[in-house]
């Protein structure tokens, strides 16, 4: 029998980070929630309310924060990459007021400079940030892109060079989002296709996992498009996220859907893995 994976979804906040997001997190039936602590297409950083964060902390719902979309740490931009580590910085300091187990980051993009000069700016400015993590605080999740562009990390062999360049460290980890590994051409929808993705996952970085975005897909794999789609309405299909459930490699991994649509949808995304959660179950504790 393999560890539950708790399932929930990116809260849409309103009216407060603890009473909006947790508001929302019941409307979706999510048993863990992730949130944006500052705009997701800005760079201000804003201070968190201290009642707010308290009450975060003690509901007992686990918490991921995303950081902002506009973050690069590959930039050859002086200013981006200034910005981007001061949002991350931000993000990481958030996310131990507020309890969270994790904050994501996108992994980034070379743009115009080599990939070897982005990965030693990782090391230079990423890398730091690191250390300053307390003890009690979140992990920094790294969550490959699809592939587009001059993106330093798509499929999971990516993430070998790209965790060497932070010399390995322990607080330096993955979430992987399903659109995006199969718009970077891992086929999950192949039959054993999400076996091959986890077990070369587990080869180049054993033990990281500890966050995966469950998305569908409305591009077809390979097409290096980030389009997310409703779980089961896309080219990944539903059984894909069932064989995920089922694989050791994701046993006790949190899901956190960031499909399109309001609640009604995102309830019915969450309603349709706890299903598949089940069966994944009953399979594992039958034999």
């Not at 590959?74 to 200013?79: F, H, K, L, T, V």
């Not at 054993?192 to 966050?211: E, T, Y």
Request: proline share 6%; hydrophobic share 40%; with cysteine.
């Amino acid at each position: 029998m393999t560890a539950t994976s708790l399932i929930g979804g990116h809260a849409l906040v309103a009216g407060g980070l603890a009473t909006g997001g947790l508001r929302y997190a019941a409307d979706i039936e999510a048993e863990i929630i992730q949130v944006f602590v500052t705009n997701p297409r800005g760079w201000a950083m804003v201070a968190g309310k201290p009642s707010e964060d308290t009450a975060l902390r003690e509901s007992g719902v686990p918490v991921f924060i995303h950081t902002p979309y506009l973050v690069n740490m590959g930039s050859p931009s002086a200013d981006t990459l200034e910005k981007s580590t001061e949002s991350v910085r931000h993000a990481l300091r958030r996310g131990a007021e507020i309890g969270a187990l994790g904050v994501v980051v996108h992994t980034g993009s070379a743009v115009s400079q080599s990939r070897d000069d982005a990965l030693r700016q990782l090391h230079e400015h990423l890398l730091p940030l690191l250390d300053e993590i307390p003890e009690d605080g979140p992990d920094l999740l790294l969550e490959p892109m699809a592939g587009q562009g001059q993106m330093l990390c798509a499929t999971v062999q990516d993430l070998g060079p790209y965790l060497a360049a932070l010399d390995h460290h322990p607080r330096a980890n993955v979430c992987l989002d399903t659109c995006h590994a199969f718009a970077a051409g891992h086929d999950l929808a192949a039959p054993g296709g999400v076996g091959v993705m986890l077990d070369a996952l587990h080869a180049v970085a054993p033990g990281r996992l500890k966050l995966v975005h469950a998305n569908d897909s409305k591009d077809v794999c390979g097409s290096k498009r980030d389009r997310h789609e409703n779980i089961g309405a896309g080219h990944i299909g539903a059984g894909p996220f069932a064989d995920l459930l089922r694989h050791p490699v994701a046993a006790g991994v949190p899901l956190c859907i960031e499909t399109p649509g309001k609640s009604e949808g995102h309830r019915e995304d969450i309603r349709l893995l706890k299903k598949l959660r089940d069966s994944a179950e009953v399979t594992a504790a039958t034999g």
